[in-house]
């Protein structure tokens, strides 16, 4: 049996850090395990331009521990109205990766999101042209649809016509959650690939109701069926290059997730590569680990792979029932409570 498992120095393709004292209580504990991650725009109100992201870098690498060496990649918030010359601007920038598309209303401050994928053409043609990579929230928010079909009608009624239109732009459909997901990217050319979270390989979407409701397994996507779970795994563990880790990280304050209508976003920032190990060697998969949490994205978005490596052992510990966060109430990691069998002992 595997005891030990030396990987070259991942990154996270999909983070939400929020601002201020969010930040600097969420941010340690990914640059303890990522060199790098791209780092999500839907702060209130949201990154819309390359000088909002610019000044939202710094106030994140102002919130490292000191001797981090992490470094956030930075994306702008697409809307109905983003002009061409901010996709001049991302372009020329250096340190902004990619726009991230909402629909508008689909999830955690997604109201300035778009509401007709028309509407943003001319940006999203100029993207083409200069590669840079649209990052799609893949669901519609027709509440005529079922919230489970979501990310299945997307595919038909949103993706699929726009890469039929732009052909060349490069996406990646984020935390996909189902087996239409996972099977449109792996059929796709090599400009399309998606990001998987370790919740998304672990769990079907009876966690969210063992022996009642239990908000810390709600996020956005939510969880889907147990076919579909296998079927990101297989995604997953397939060696492919075009899957790889994003955690979607997605921060909450406790009394903001166990209210009557809580807030979606599952924490797994402080154990994210020990989920993902889990994952994989259920799936008899841990040699094929290190590429999609380390090699995938980076060759995708042409960037170099890291140097260095980050070590795990198999070694049980308990997850903390709590963290401290923004206030009293602290915040409830994925697992909080149980015991995990891999863990980080040599990080970044
Ligand atoms: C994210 C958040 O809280 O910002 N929540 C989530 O459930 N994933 C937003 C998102 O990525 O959809
Ligand atoms: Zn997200």
Redesign the pocket.
Known sequence: MTTTLAITTPDDW?L?VRDGAATRAVLPATARQFRRAII?P?LKPPVRTVAEAAAYRERILAALPPGARFEPLMTLYLTDNTPVDEIRRVAASGFVKALKY?PAG?????DAGVTDIARPMAALEAMADAGIPLLM?GEVTDPAVDVFDREAVFVERILDPLLRRLPSLKVVF??ITTRQGAEYVAAAPGNVAATI?PQHLLYNRNELFKGGIRPHF????VLKREEHRVALVRAATSGSPKFFLGT?S???ATNTKEIACG????FTAPHALELYAEAFEAAGALDRLEAFAAFHGPDFYGLPRNSGTVRLERSAWQVPERLDYVDASGIVPLRAGETLAWKLVAGV
Do not use: I, K, R, V
């Open positions: 999909h939400h999500m839907n909402y689909a999830t955690t401050n997604s929230h984020e935390h979270t709600y996020c956005l996507p979607d997605a921060p909450h807030c979606a976003g599952c």
